[in-house]
């Protein structure tokens, strides 16, 4: 009997749904020998994939199982974006208390968000070695304890110390979280629920501020912000104990070989479909994939490209963190907690952005049915970047230059409408153009635009004071938006070539040639298809080299 394709988990299918949930072990289905390829033995195990509904391919949960499991990863990555600017409104209290400078309070955040760049190079290798729940629960965690060395903190280098330990543990959602999405939604489904996952890093730091500020007026004082963000990380984290399952497929179906060999005593040999060549060793997997977003970074021009627009819009975002108290608290004289709601005119803009993701699926699956192998190219993702991505300079130059306290506030703050709507639609149609053009390598792609945000997001909103002191309200924040200007054509390009480039690619998926059907036979995660897809074995190649 032939042995099978190693065609990942992450490939697109379209696996039938099933009524049945696999909540436990008591439901481990145990499959004869006769229908694995192999012989069982030492020299020719028996390969075990996914069968035909298959009821523990995370494919084939029930709906709502694969919802509820959407909601708590999108949730732990809104919260520990949310504690990354919480902590800003209670700067001018802590500043006051523990004799920082303000150079020194804003550290706090940009070391916060240096710690996401840093997390995700030893975390991601991690879940290809363990699975993604045991990396969630052990460092989400160590995470939330943090927060109560912020709370306890006597002095400035503590609060940096623990503000930087927070960062790099609370980092995993921001790459396993994508990665645990695509695990469980095929590619026509993932619409809505990456696009919780995308917005939420973005959504998360515009409510802390909010929050965060009247917390500080109150006579609980700034330190209640950090046991705010304790008890938050806290609750989140039992309910990723409670309601999130491993859902990485080769982790599953190790298991599942583990098992089996258990069951036949050890006398009936088993290896998983991911380890047909070789066993992944925690050395090989973690020295191959530690450099691989700068691998990523260094050799995907689209992966490049793409790091760079969502880089540019995620900083400037966190430069507004340093720059709204400027326009608002020092010039307009607002309280924290007025300030807090400035944002709001962000946050408007953001869930607006996440509303229009309906239109976006619409046209992605008019592309499907227009397209003669019924796959859309990965560039259908990239309609509302093309024109809902805009918004990001345009509500950058709106708030520069209605910032001078001699215009009314509320103009200001309605600029951040359109910057948030921009930031949403960007982080939206990125991520799942990344997840349609690097399929089992996405995780890999998404950790390089996180690890480029990150280091970029930890710049800004250190140098924007600066900025804002030598240049002035208005042409400070002019700058950051020549930059967006600059990007905006990315995605169109993109759209126009990008199909071009992933021809050259050595990881991105290909089309087919001629925009043709081409039938080649591919062992999915739940059934045998056929894929229109020509290049086919040099991903198969890739897969068991990468798996």
Same mark, same amino acid.
């Given at each position: 009997?032939?042995?099978?394709?190693?065609?990942?988990?992450?490939?697109?299918?379209?696996?039938?749904?099933?009524?049945?949930?696999?909540?436990?072990?008591?439901?481990?289905?145990?499959?004869?020998?006769?229908?694995?390829?192999?012989?069982?033995?030492?020299?020719?195990?028996?390969?075990?994939?996914?069968?035909?509904?298959?009821?523990?391919?995370?494919?084939?949960?029930?709906?709502?199982?694969?919802?509820?499991?959407?909601?708590?990863?999108? #949730?732990?990555?809104?919260?520990?974006?949310?504690?990354?600017?919480?902590?800003?409104?209670?700067?001018?209290?802590?500043?006051?208390?523990?004799?920082?400078?303000?150079?020194?309070?804003?550290?706090?955040?940009?070391?916060?968000?240096?710690?996401?760049?840093?997390?995700?190079?030893?975390?991601?290798?991690?879940?290809?070695?363990?699975?993604?729940?045991?990396?969630?629960?052990?460092?989400?965690?160590?995470?939330?304890?943090?927060?109560?060395?912020?709370?306890?903190?006597?002095?400035?280098?503590?609060?940096?110390?623990?503000?930087?330990?927070?960062?790099?543990?609370?980092?995993?959602?921001?790459?396993?979280?994508?990665?645990?999405?695509?695990?469980?939604?095929?590619?026509?489904?993932?619409?809505?629920?990456?696009?919780?996952?995308?917005?939420?890093?973005?959504?998360?730091?515009?409510?802390?501020?909010?929050?965060?500020?009247?917390?500080?007026?109150?006579?609980?004082?700034?330190?209640?912000?950090?046991?705010?963000?304790?008890?938050?990380?806290?609750?989140?984290?039992?309910?990723?104990?409670?309601?999130?399952?491993?859902?990485?497929?080769?982790?599953?179906?190790?298991?599942?070989?583990?098992?089996?060999?258990?069951?036949?005593?050890?006398?009936?040999?088993?290896?998983?479909?991911?380890?047909?060549?070789?066993?992944?060793?925690?050395?090989?997997?973690?020295?191959?994939?530690?450099?691989?977003?700068?691998?990523?970074?260094?050799?995907?021009?689209?992966?490049?490209?793409?790091?760079?627009?969502?880089?540019?819009?995620?900083?400037?975002?966190?430069?507004?963190?340093?720059?709204?108290?400027?326009?608002?608290?020092?010039?307009?004289?607002?309280?924290?907690?007025?300030?807090?709601?400035?944002? #709001?005119?962000?946050?408007?803009?953001?869930?607006?952005?996440?509303?229009?993701?309906?239109?976006?699926?619409?046209?992605?699956?008019?592309?499907?049915?227009?397209?003669?192998?019924?796959?859309?190219?990965?560039?259908?993702?990239?309609?509302?970047?093309?024109?809902?991505?805009?918004? #990001?300079?345009?509500?950058?130059?709106?708030?520069?230059?209605?910032?001078?306290?001699?215009?009314?506030?509320?103009?200001?703050?309605?600029?951040?409408?359109?910057?948030?709507?921009?930031?949403?639609?960007?982080?939206?149609?990125?991520?799942?153009? #990344?997840?349609?053009?690097?399929?089992?390598?996405?995780?890999?792609?998404?950790?390089?635009?996180?690890?480029?945000?990150?280091?970029?997001?930890?710049?800004?909103?250190?140098?924007?004071?600066?900025?804002?002191?030598?240049?002035?309200?208005?042409?400070?924040?002019?700058?950051?938006?020549?930059?967006?200007?600059?990007?905006?054509?990315?995605?169109?390009?993109?759209?126009?070539?990008?199909?071009?480039?992933?021809?050259?690619?050595?990881?991105?998926?290909?089309?087919?040639?001629?925009?043709?059907?081409?039938?080649?036979?591919?062992?999915?995660?739940?059934?045998?298809?056929?894929?229109?897809?020509?290049?086919?074995?040099?991903?198969?190649?890739?897969?068991?080299?990468?798996?």
């Amino acid at each position: 009997m032939s042995q099978p394709s190693a065609v990942s988990s992450y490939e697109d299918k379209a696996s039938p749904a099933s009524a049945t949930d696999t909540a436990d072990d008591a439901t481990f289905a145990v499959q004869p020998e006769r229908s694995y390829p192999g012989s069982g033995t030492r020299d020719d195990p028996y390969v075990v994939d996914w069968s035909p509904g298959d009821v523990e391919n995370p494919y084939n949960w029930p709906k709502s199982k694969r919802w509820i499991i959407t909601y708590q990863l999108a #949730l732990s990555t809104f919260t520990v974006s949310f504690c990354s600017s919480c902590y800003t409104g209670g700067l001018d209290d802590m500043q006051r208390d523990l004799h920082m400078s303000q150079e020194v309070a804003i550290l706090g955040l940009s070391l916060y968000v240096l710690g996401f760049g840093l997390g995700p190079t030893v975390f991601a290798p991690l879940s290809e070695i363990f699975g993604r729940r045991p990396i969630f629960l052990s460092t989400f965690a160590i995470y939330a304890c943090f927060h109560m060395g912020g709370a306890l903190a006597q002095n400035a280098a503590t609060v940096l110390v623990t503000r930087t330990l927070a960062g790099v543990w609370g980092s995993a959602p921001l790459t396993n979280a994508g990665a645990g999405m695509a695990d469980i939604w095929t590619p026509r489904e993932r619409g809505v629920a990456a696009g919780l996952y995308a917005t939420a890093p973005f959504l998360g730091p515009v409510l802390g501020p909010l929050i965060g500020g009247w917390i500080t007026e109150t006579r609980l004082g700034w330190r209640f912000n950090f046991w705010i963000m304790f008890m938050f990380s806290a609750i989140v984290y039992i309910l990723g104990v409670i309601v999130t399952p491993e859902t990485y497929h080769p982790a599953l179906l190790r298991k599942r070989v583990k098992k089996l060999m258990q069951a036949s005593g050890g006398e009936i040999f088993y290896v998983s479909k991911f380890d047909i060549k070789h066993k992944r060793t925690f050395k090989a997997v973690f020295k191959r994939n530690m450099g691989k977003p700068f691998v990523f970074l260094a050799t995907e021009p689209i992966v490049l490209f793409i790091a760079i627009y969502v880089s540019i819009a995620y900083a400037t975002l966190y430069a507004f963190f340093a720059a709204y108290p400027i326009v608002f608290q020092e010039h307009r004289h607002f309280s924290p907690g007025q300030g807090g709601l400035t944002f #709001l005119g962000v946050g408007l803009g953001t869930m607006t952005g996440t509303a229009l993701t309906p239109i976006q699926n619409r046209l992605y699956w008019r592309a499907m049915a227009r397209s003669p192998t019924g796959r859309a190219p990965p560039e259908a993702r990239l309609y509302l970047p093309m024109v809902g991505g805009l918004g #990001l300079p345009i509500g950058i130059f709106w708030f520069a230059w209605t910032s001078s306290p001699s215009i009314p506030w509320i103009s200001p703050v309605l600029a951040g409408a359109p910057f948030g709507i921009g930031v949403a639609v960007i982080m939206q149609g990125m991520t799942q153009y #990344l997840m349609d053009a690097y399929g089992i390598f996405c995780a890999s792609a998404i950790a390089s635009t996180v690890v480029l945000r990150s280091i970029t997001a930890a710049i800004f909103p250190l140098i924007c004071p600066i900025m804002y002191r030598n240049l002035g309200d208005e042409w400070a924040c002019t700058i950051f938006g020549f930059l967006a200007l600059a990007c905006a054509p990315i995605p169109w390009l993109f759209f126009k070539y990008g199909s071009f480039v992933r021809q050259h690619s050595r990881y991105a998926h290909k089309d087919a040639v001629d925009d043709q059907p081409t039938t080649q036979t591919v062992a999915s995660d739940s059934n045998t298809i056929k894929e229109g897809r020509p290049n086919i074995g040099d991903i198969e190649k890739l897969e068991v080299e990468e798996a």
